[in-house]
């Protein structure tokens, strides 16, 4: 059985092209994009919490690596900011426990439903594959 696709040498050699022209680099910009967004939003989110959340902000910190984007909660440098974030049913100074967080899951979750994800992925593929 044999099957021919008509193109298929032609878009063998554009996503060849596309590889070796910059695809890659497209796609970290469109992570950039993404995760500094969510993560910006998740910051105003947090300070307009106030209190241990508003003192959280700055623990929401993002990383860009050539695959993905990655947004952290740096509980290290900011011991209180998982309380903030998750709550506690021991430490009265928090929020009561959630497991669907107060600001960070929140925002991630609205993120995610929005256009601006398809947006960067789209800009990162027009960009490697312009008409």
Do not use: C
Not at 35 to 54: H, Q, W
Not at 63 to 92: H, M
Not at 116 to 128: G, I, K, Q, R
Request: charged share 25%; no cysteine.
């Amino acid at each position: 059985m044999r099957i021919d696709w008509d193109g298929l040498t032609d878009f063998d050699l554009d996503l060849s092209k596309a590889i070796s022209g910059g695809i890659d680099r497209a796609i970290a910009v469109a992570n950039a994009k993404i995760v500094s967004l969510a993560a910006v939003a998740a910051r105003a989110k947090a300070s307009g919490m106030g209190g241990v959340a508003a003192k959280s902000a700055p623990a929401v910190s993002y990383k860009v690596e050539l695959s993905r984007g990655v947004i952290q909660l740096d509980g290290e440098t900011f011991p209180w900011a998982l309380g903030a974030e998750f709550g506690s049913s021991r430490f009265k100074q928090f929020a009561p426990w959630t497991r669907g967080g107060y600001f960070l899951m929140p925002t991630l979750k609205e993120q995610r439903q929005t256009e601006h994800w398809e947006e960067a992925l789209d800009d990162a593929l027009s960009e490697a594959f312009p008409r």
